[in-house]
């Protein structure tokens, strides 16, 4: 397994007992872990609802809070995180609570640092098992964008962003033209290639961790933009343009825009954007049209 440093891991250790907490922390950080510590289970809790952590290493007694209860509160700001326990002997009964809980594992006192280094690397392998079948779950295999699924779990999010933070929102859909004619003439494979060229030039396009870019199907593909009101769209889609012609691929897009309404619901933001690129088509390929200005 790689070290924590490498893959993102962040370990999250709630340990009340100084000397005890001191040398796991120090234990993991030599190994390349990226560990944050605290003393009680109220550190413990704020820390987990301020951050984003894959693992908490969390002692049954906390001062006398229970660390169960600690860890239950702290899966609620992250249901993914992975839990381990470190108990004395003899608690069996806790130990098997814990388990039902949904604890990943745990550890006796004395603490053996080797066995609790083997049970954080199998949590953390689960940890990154899972992350691996969500991001499969939200991917299509061809480009590498993100797929419709995903699409309409993000655009609810946004839209919901959008009308509590009064921000602007838009869409650009887009349609590459012609390709039925392309694939029949070259075949699959080329025009699987293309598709993902196409996929090349929207990942440029889009502003870096703002907008977001989905495969809706076949020859057709959906930005979601947050903040952007209907000029910095056709920006963005004006960049597409530029970047698709440096591809060289032979092939036009028909692009539709629309700046999603305060309180449109879902299907009314697709149905806009849609009838946006059907304008598109109209002027046989490479064009660019929004709702509100469809001329």
Not at 44 to 64: H, N, P, W
Not at 65 to 91: F, K, M, W, Y
Not at 244 to 250: A, C, F, P, V, Y
Request: contains cysteine; negative net charge; charged residues 30%.
């Amino acid at each position: 397994m790689k070290k924590s440093s490498d893959c993102g891991y962040r370990i999250l250790l709630a340990e009340d007992e100084d000397l005890l907490r001191w040398s796991i922390q120090r234990f993991f950080e030599k190994r390349g872990f990226a560990v944050e510590s605290v003393k009680n289970g109220n550190e413990g809790v704020e820390k987990a609802a301020g951050g984003s952590y894959d693992l908490l290493i969390t002692d049954l007694r906390l001062g006398g809070v229970d660390g169960l209860e600690v860890a239950a509160v702290c899966r609620e700001h992250n249901p993914e995180l992975q839990t381990i326990v470190i108990t004395g002997q003899g608690s069996k009964e806790s130990v098997i609570a814990a388990l039902r809980q949904g604890v990943w594992d745990y550890v006796e006192k004395p603490l053996d640092l080797q066995r609790l280094l083997f049970t954080v690397e199998k949590a953390l392998d689960k940890r990154r098992m899972e992350r691996e079948l969500v991001r499969l779950s939200r991917t299509d295999g061809l480009t590498g964008l993100y797929n419709q699924r995903y699409f309409y779990e993000i655009l609810k999010v946004e839209m919901r962003r959008a009308r509590r933070q009064n921000q602007t929102l838009s869409l650009i859909l887009i349609d590459v033209d012609n390709f039925k004619e392309y694939n029949d003439l070259h075949g699959h494979l080329e025009g699987d290639e293309i598709l993902a060229r196409v996929a090349l030039c929207l990942k440029k396009a889009c502003r870096r961790d703002v907008d977001m870019a989905f495969r809706y199907g076949g020859d057709e593909f959906v930005l979601v933009l947050p903040g952007a009101g209907e000029p910095s769209a056709c920006n963005i889609a004006n960049r597409i343009v530029q970047l698709l012609e440096e591809e060289s691929i032979g092939l036009s897009l028909s692009i539709g825009i629309n700046e999603v309404k305060r309180g449109s619901e879902i299907r009314e933001a697709m149905r806009e954007a849609d009838e946006a690129m059907y304008t598109a088509k109209q002027f046989n390929g490479n064009k660019t049209v929004t709702f509100s200005h469809p001329g």
